[in-house]
């Protein structure tokens, strides 16, 4: 297993790829579906792993009167990413692995952009309550990883596409750790980004609340559309 230091180091040499390839069609992605879940101008976001701010400007963009703060475990991404937003007061980048991260302010939204599998597994339990204790309950949590089938082809095939820790996660215990804090999942879904094989998984998790089911909903509302043609004729 790799040392916090051996990673810090990968991804501080790391920012030269980032710095060269900048934005892809993955930060574009995020974004809109970022805002298709419903994020608003005014909320405060938290972006884990947020490298040097490639996808942390575009969501920025739509959070204009609201706040936004990035985390990475390396410093040159962070102090690129600083240099990038210092004209503005409303953006803030902080190193941290997460072990220990606090913050006053609590989070709207809580982005995990393809960096969990970058995080040895046995650290996850202790991110995510860290995520439960800056959470409000309204906080949305959005996680994107590469599929497991993707992370093996990468493995067997391509494997100079890894990065230094590049894990295939058990999406069971990972749930785990979100309903354990409080959280429940109400959305998983693969879908395709680069390949065209679904090599991409989406997470949203939310707050449990209580439901009230008593309202009970119409028949014809629960007979499907085709059902009620066919005893219509």
Not at 31 to 48: A, D, F, P, W
Request: include cysteine; aromatic fraction near 10%; hydrophobic fraction near 35%.
């Amino acid at each position: 297993m790799k040392t916090k230091d051996e990673v810090k180091d990968f991804y501080d040499q790391y920012t030269v790829n980032q710095v060269k390839n900048e934005k892809n069609l993955r930060h574009y992605t995020i974004t809109s579906y970022l805002k298709k879940m419903g994020l608003k101008k005014s909320h405060n976001v938290l972006e884990i792993g947020c490298g040097i701010g490639a996808l942390s400007e575009l969501i920025f963009k739509q959070i204009p009167q609201g706040s936004f703060v990035g985390v990475d475990i390396s410093p040159k991404s962070i102090a690129i990413a600083n240099e990038r937003f210092k004209a503005y007061n409303n953006v803030e980048f902080i190193v941290s692995d997460m072990t220990d991260f606090s913050h006053d302010k609590k989070f709207d939204y809580i982005v995990l952009p393809d960096v969990l599998e970058h995080i040895p597994e046995d650290e996850h339990k202790n991110i995510i309550e860290t995520i439960g204790k800056i959470s409000t309950d309204k906080t949305v949590v959005f996680i994107n990883i590469p599929s497991p089938e993707h992370n093996d082809y990468l493995e067997k095939h391509e494997p100079d596409k890894l990065q230094v820790i590049d894990l295939q996660l058990s999406m069971g215990r990972m749930i785990s750790h979100f309903e354990n804090n409080g959280f429940k999942l109400d959305i998983f879904e693969k879908y395709s980004i680069f390949r065209k094989e679904k090599d991409y998984i989406k997470m949203v998790f939310s707050r449990k609340k209580d439901v009230d089911f008593s309202e009970i909903r119409p028949l014809w509302k629960r007979i499907p559309e085709k059902f009620i043609k066919r005893i219509s004729l």
